[in-house]
């Protein structure tokens, strides 16, 4: 889940949601917010369902399509339907991106909730990648070489014109 700060009040929210992730919500030694945290202090906030990592995709992914409308329904309750959007993907080299941008249309068709065009963007120019990807590996404790390690290097995660990611949708 993406939030996102409509004015100052969203940004102390924001600040709010933060501090409670890292204080109360630790999961696997990682700081995660609850529902009932986002209904307490969603106001102000814009929220986008994410990547493919997220929960409406990753139902989607997985053909839980049902799973999907219920979770999509529970973040449009909670920040209501004009803040909450369903999030179409610019990255159509991860295997999987396009059959869930394509659930997502029809899951935004299906509930009257608005749509968003993004990119997850790490660095700004493609011939940055590699730097990004040593700075991964300095974060993971690994070396380049590994050949056993996360790498992002297959899709380009570089921040894209606009006119070129509008093209593509």
Same mark, same amino acid.
């Given at each position: 889940l993406v939030l996102l700060a409509e004015s100052y009040t969203g940004y102390r929210n924001l *600040?709010? @949601?933060?501090?409670?992730?890292?204080?109360? /919500?630790?999961? #696997?030694?990682?700081?995660?917010?609850?529902?009932?945290?986002?209904?307490?202090?969603?106001?102000?906030?814009i929220a986008l369902s994410g990547c493919m990592g997220g929960e409406v995709p990753q139902y989607l992914s997985n053909g839980k399509t049902k799973e999907a409308a219920q979770a999509a329904a529970a973040?449009?309750?909670?920040?209501?339907?004009?803040?909450?959007? *369903?999030? @179409?993907q610019d990255h159509?080299?991860?295997? /999987?991106?396009? #059959?869930?941008?394509?659930?997502?249309?029809?899951l935004?068709?299906?509930?009257?909730?608005?749509?968003?065009?993004?990119?997850?963007?790490?660095?700004?120019?493609?011939?940055d990648a590699d730097a990004q990807d040593i700075l991964v590996c300095i974060g993971e404790g690994v070396k380049v070489a590994d050949g056993?390690?996360?790498t992002f290097r297959q899709v380009d995660r570089s921040l894209a014109p606009g006119d070129d990611i509008a093209s593509r949708f």
């Open positions: *600040l709010l @949601l933060s501090s409670l992730g890292h204080m109360e /919500g630790l999961h #696997s030694g990682k700081p995660c917010i609850s529902l009932d945290m986002l209904r307490r202090h969603h106001q102000h906030l973040y449009a309750d909670i920040f209501g339907p004009e803040h909450f959007y *369903l999030e @179409l159509p080299a991860i295997p /999987g991106q396009l #059959s869930v941008n394509t659930e997502m249309i029809q935004s068709k299906d509930m009257g909730l608005p749509l968003v065009v993004t990119r997850d963007v790490h660095y700004l120019h493609p011939d056993h390690r996360q």
